[in-house]
């Protein structure tokens, strides 16, 4: 399951999951024809997908979501945690409804998928995967982004616990770390896209399915002796 799949570094995720061979469900909140889209990509390269529309950030949403799931499809084996909101203003700025939107999706939301899916692996989940997804802000920090980096920091805090919490069952968890990539939040938060190319040693944003390798290598065997990591994928913006 891939949570916030219909667009960006969701969909590029679920596309090289289906391209592995994996039934991908594909989560979304609100945008059905980007989700519908997803899922006519999986479907053009012979791949097999479930849409399912619910809101990370709603708890009983999420727990009979991925109870439905479990009966009617079939248990989750990968999860990634991907859904984010991002609220990019300065403190003085920020609304108390911003920070619960942030604190809602990008750090309760994964708690929420996260909680529910290991519930259903309580009978056996040897080789099960959870990956999430981070920020590089979230390391660094950055000016206007209080809020969204401290809850993607949030994700990374999670990350580590559960990988010492789970390894004993033979659960990875990691974090993924994305720089700059080319997606649509670069012109929704007014990201400034040229400073950031000019911090770059690599000079350009990464591509969607640059992430979808690295989580497609860590949902698989070949790193099943990596957990509790952050790893980076930013063309050495932070290094």
Known sequence: MVTGASRGLGRAIALELARDGLLVIVN?????????????????LGGRCQIAQFDVSDASAVRTAVRNIDRDIGRINVLVNNAASGVLKPLARVKPSDIE???????????????????????????????NITSSAAEAGAAGSVVYCSTKAG????????????????ITVNCISPGLFETESISLHGVNKARLLELTPLARAGRPEEVGFLVSFLASERAAFITGQVIRINGGVYM
Do not use: P
């Not at 994964?110 to 080789?127: A, D, F, M, R, Y």
């Not at 994700?155 to 033979?170: F, N, P, Q, W």
């Open 28 to 44: 979304f909140r609100s945008d059905a024809e980007g989700a519908a889209q997803t899922q006519e990509a999986i479907n053009a």
């Open 101 to 131: 939107q942030s604190l809602q999706v990008n750090l309760a939301g994964v708690l929420h998928c996260t909680c529910e899916v290991v519930k259903t692996w309580s009978g056996g989940c040897s080789g099960n995967r959870i990956i």
């Open 155 to 170: 994700v990374i805090g999670l990350t580590k616990s559960l990988a010492c919490e789970l390894g004993r069952k033979d």
